[in-house]
């Protein structure tokens, strides 16, 4: 268990981080993910990978705790607005810090989007595995990263930032 | 630009232009990974949009790293809980192999391997002592190899030692007799076949003892009474 969790906890951390957006939580959540597969050991099959499986079952957690915290009260947008205490991406962008400005929209993203992006891009993902971990059908990944993109070039273009796509 | 830009975002995405990120992250297999290879190198609107891909895949990575990693709170709350769990009891199969996988992985290579010699000269010495035992048990006989006896295959022998041959004989059974019927007799007569059914006759052996001309004589006499038995004869 121990070489699991060293193994595999800073990413699942950091897939529940970006999901519900609090590091206590995120923190939390880990130790449920990882309590979860102790008990469940017996029932993972070997289909699929390891990491695959942890994801599926933090990110059933992340929406678990988000739905929590709702019902106390919290919402997202305040939540976001807890978060966000540096530059907005115009801000940035006068700074002329492209990427800067790039990464503060990927925050600003839906969290439907987020963890798209964040499973192709930063978990590298496939398809299928994308498909498993948020079950959705394997095309409906492939256009929801199409739409989250574009989604990002709309923040960025209300920014100030012309990539040449779309 | 603008004009083609906005033709695009009214357009549905075509399957390649949708694996376009999953080509930057390595996640294709190769019948994808080549055909998005081949579309980039003659569409330079794609290989546009594919230079835009590798930027966001760049920062997608960058920002992640950047939210750091849990503090061991997360870690000492996870095995305290563990402790609390109640003990899981695994199978009975599972937990003698897994003790004996156990035992072996904490012996050093340097026990391992005194101990697998140790076992083989154990091997050695058991196979001295069966060998021994067998070779105390047989009677002194020796086999000749040139001559062969026309009217009956067994080898011939010559006994150096005391013990005389049990009786032997050979026994047509009547043709009604059933399997059973004979696995009766055999055990009534302490019997066995030594040798098979040529012409139709089984060479039988009666105890392991050797018996006087009377008690032969007698035993045969009886055997021939028998109903399964049509022919019993003495036969050496």
Redesign the interface.
Known sequence: MQVLYGRHHVRVFRFGLRLVRDEQVAEDLISEVFLDVWRQAGKFEGRSAVTTWLLAITRFKALSALRRRKDVGLDEETANAIEDTSDDPEVVVQKKDTGEALRKCLTALSPEHREIVDLVYYHEKSVEEVAEIVGIPENTVKTRLFYARKKLAELLKAAGIERGWP | ?MAA??K??DQE?S?I???L??H?????NARDARRVEEALANDPELA??Y???R??????????E??G???T???Q???A??DE?PERKPSVSVSLSARISEFFAKLSPRTLAWSASLGAVALLLQAGVIGAVLVKNQTASFQTASVLNESSSAPITRDFGVAAAPPRALVRFAPEARIADITALLDTYQASIVDGAKGGMFRLQFGNKAMSKDEAAGLLARLQREKIVSLAVATP
């Open positions: 630009m830009s906005r695009m975002l995405p399957d232009e949708m694996l990120p999953f930057a992250a390595g996640t294709l546009r949009q230079g835009v891909i930027e966001e895949y760049a920062e997608t990575i960058s920002l992640n950047s939210l990693a849990p503090s709170r997360a870690m709350r996870l095995f809980a563990i769990e």
